[in-house]
């Protein structure tokens, strides 16, 4: 799954508009309007700028600041230089302040089953024994579920 999906889900799942991702984004990190706008194009878009693993990084902590607040006494996370999708998962479970049954609950709501093993699973730290590589699938029905909750006027684009 592109970065770039990434960035345009979370903007339809919170209907808000690009100036206010690249509000989002700037808790976190300076960056210039006229760059973020490329982000958010498709890949097949005249203009398209693909998003890098530390900018995706560096959004997510800024969602996590926009929608939880900031802790007066930590300091801003660095961005992550690589990210998979176990790290997406993890930074849109804290932004969304999901808990597992959260997640289960929005995977199953997208007609896909999964048990509270598998979601546990995914939230192990590498080299654990039931650690489990979070995959592209999975997140594109985390972010289908929680554009269902989110946004119920347009569950049926999301194919619900």
Do not use: W
């Not at 926009?66 to 990210?83: S, V």
């Not at 579920?145 to 194919?159: S, V």
């Amino acid at each position: 799954m592109l970065n770039n999906d990434i960035l345009r889900s979370v903007r339809f799942i919170l209907n808000i508009s690009d100036k206010r991702m690249l509000a989002i984004l700037q808790h976190v990190e300076p960056y210039a309007d006229d760059d973020f706008a490329a982000l958010l194009k498709k890949d097949d878009e005249d203009g398209f700028d693909s998003c890098s693993d530390e900018l995706l990084s560096a959004f997510l902590d800024g969602l996590i600041i926009e929608r939880r607040g900031r802790r007066d006494d930590a300091p801003l996370p660095p961005p992550a230089l690589r990210l998979n999708n176990n790290d997406i998962l993890k930074k849109l479970r804290v932004a969304f302040e999901l808990k597992q049954e959260d997640i289960e609950a929005l995977i199953t709501r997208t007609g896909f089953q999964v048990s509270s093993a598998e979601v546990g699973a995914l939230f192990r730290k590498p080299g654990h024994k039931n650690y489990r590589v979070c995959g592209d699938q999975f997140l594109r029905y985390l972010l289908k579920g929680l554009a269902m909750k989110h946004r119920p006027d347009m569950a049926h684009k999301t194919g619900a």
